[in-house]
């Protein structure tokens, strides 16, 4: 095979000419022509698709492409100004039917046109660059029969006549409004916009112009919200039923910007049942109605977050202010938690959790809390009063919940070291009298406090419960060494760590000789086994129990505190004792003392003494005896038991130096911190730094940080830039 030689081969034309019949063309034409008048007319049946197929075929193979093309535009014009006639004709509701129908007519005739000139379509067209059949069609049908000047008018009022029919309650037929929606969009975005989509937005936006004009003169804010958000629904509906799904943004635009948008401030405001009322009322269907459709138009949700702030803030500072409501420490702060639970709620079903509205509720509450100084000492207050009685008998997961309500209270506050002087009172009160209700409550909510603020703020706090266990275990060393105590009065001694418990001035007071003795034996006993340390008395924290005998037999047992004790057991060895007698032999301080003998002179049914003159205050010219008629339901009588009340204005005074005086050395450790790993600052930049750093204890006022900076300026901590006075340089 690879020897043979290789033949090449060639394809001549043929010797004679092959001559076309002249009138091949128009017979052809003729033929197909006659097919698509028989389509139109639906007589398709008797007609051979292949043979008609295979003339076209032939035409446009032989470069009659440009006759055929031009014939069919010409055929299929002439057909759809019939159908325009036809449809031009139809009458009332039959006009939209007819339209529709020869609509479906045509797509068919075109999809069989579209068959038999397939091939013209495939090559002819594309070199061409002529339109192609089908879209061709589409064409002559928009310019013939839609954009006819009988049809076009009458074809948009019509179907914006139907849309305001279904607005005002009426049935239309939504089947035939698709299909004529679809038919436009077939036709091509633009002719559905321009034909019908930009007419039905302007038509719309003024129909809802109207109707809420209409609404928001009769109806209260509640329900206009209701009848808006129902024309929104349905006017999405109406697009998920017979419109372009892209007009469903447009249309509800149109309804958001008429409905809402232009009467946002008008709804909000509205007299008796706006935004306010709403909130005053708890109506959380219409608030979170009034959220989800304020949403959805620019700053309607800041301007909902404006007035419920701006409420808030009103609210809460009447609150705070209010002389009445401050005269109950627990009923105050239970009022703040119970307004935090309201807005809590509200955010929570109404606003859907909104991480804004959450920070505006946080910012108002932290705004007005702070407005009353005393919102520190009276969350204190209230903590002391679950911690005593108020959480008996609830259960582990409800203290939790009261406890964690406190910290969020606890959080809002600027000034946390003076809740922390308070709450170290008030706990020292608790753990001293035993009135706890929980060990496990007071712990849960100092490791609370730890991990808000830190060990510093707490370790003070973990050393009293520290102290008290020590005190338990030294008791029990105590009368094991002595166990001929066991028959006479018992002692039960707390030794406190100074710097962990609230400092007191230390006032002494004249014991009972037994009382005295018995203190000398732990004294000694104490010092013997504790090498370096000093004891004094706290005679003004203590209590005791003593048993009593009256008039009539009656005995009792009566929980007095070490004062109450001193003077009672005076009248062990006399009857009668004037006020100087009693001071003279008990050394108690002149207020204490008064306080002590109103508490058991002039409290109705724990009146163990009697005094004369009768009267309300205590006096130097009274005198005191026992009162024999004495009775009681009860065994055992408390009076005047160690309750945390409200500090009186002096006491707030000192309480409030105190802490001052303890904020200076933290200001400076501040400082010194601050300015060792800047090396220099100036004062503006230091006062920031140094305010944020101590904001999680307390908001440093700028006057205390510079007299702290001139303090360690004289004691050559930092000193003043030579040429510029305002900047500081650390010194090593």
Known sequence: ??????????????????????????????ILEHAIHEIYNHNASGLSFEELYRNAYNMVLHKFGEKLYSGLVAT??????????????????????????????????LQMIRDILMYMDRTYIPSTQKTPVHELGLNLWKENVIYSSQIRTRLLNTLLELVHSERTAEVIDRGIMRNITKMLMDLGPSVYGQEFETHFLQVSAEFYRVESQKFIE??????????????????????????????????????????????????????NSGL??????????????MYNLFRRVTDGLSKVREVMTSHMRESGKQLVTDPERLKDPVEYVQRLLDEKDKYDKIINLAFNNDKSFQNALNSSFEYFINLNPRSPEFISLFVDDKLRKGLKGVSEDDVEVTLDKVMMLFRYLQEKDVFEKYYKQHLAKRLLSGKTVSDDAERSLIVKLKTECGYQFTSKLEGMFTDMKTSQDTMQ?????????????????????????????????????????????????????????????????GTADLKATFGKGQKHELNVSTYQMCVLMLFNNADRLSYKEIEQATEIPASDLKRCLQSLALVKGRNVLRKEPMGKEIVEDDAFFVNDKFSSKLYKVKIGTVVAQKESEPEKQETRQRVEEDRKP????????????????????????????????????????KKRIESLIERDFLERDGSDRRLYRYLA
């Open 1 to 30: 095979m690879s020897n043979q030689k290789k033949r090449n081969f060639q394809i001549e034309a043929f010797k004679h000419r092959v001559v076309m019949d002249p009138k091949y063309a128009d017979k052809t034409w003729k």
């Open 76 to 109: 299929m014009t002439g057909h759809l100004k019939d159908i325009a006639q036809s449809v031009e004709a139809a009458q009332g509701g039959s006009f939209l039917e007819e339209l529709n129908r020869k609509w479906n007519d045509h797509n068919k005739a």
């Open 218 to 271: 009769c109806c209260d804010c509640g329900d206009y919200l209701k009848k808006a958000e129902r024309r929104l629904n349905e006017e999405m509906e109406r697009v998920s039923h017979y419109l372009d799904s892209r007009t469903e943004k447009k249309i509800t635009n149109v309804v958001e910007k008429e409905m809402i948008e232009n009467h946002m401030l008008r709804l909000i405001h509205m007299e």
């Open 276 to 289: 306010v009322h709403m909130l005053c009322d708890d109506k959380y269907e219409d608030l979170s109605r």
């Open 477 to 541: 060393g105590f009368y094991g060494c002595h166990p001929e105590l066991s028959d006479g009065p018992t002692l039960t001694v707390q030794v406190l760590t100074t710097g962990s418990w609230p400092t007191q001035s230390s006032v002494t007071c004249n014991l009972p000789a037994e009382m005295s003795a018995l203190c000398e034996k732990f004294r000694s006993y104490y010092l013997g086994t504790h090498t370096g340390r000093r004891l004094s008395w706290q005679t003004n924290m």
């Open 666 to 705: 933290q200001i400076e450790a501040a400082i010194v911190r601050i300015m060792k790993s800047r090396k220099q600052l100036d004062h503006n930049n230091l006062i920031a730094e140094v305010t944020k750093q101590l904001q999680s204890r307390f908001l440093a006022n700028p006057t205390e940080v």
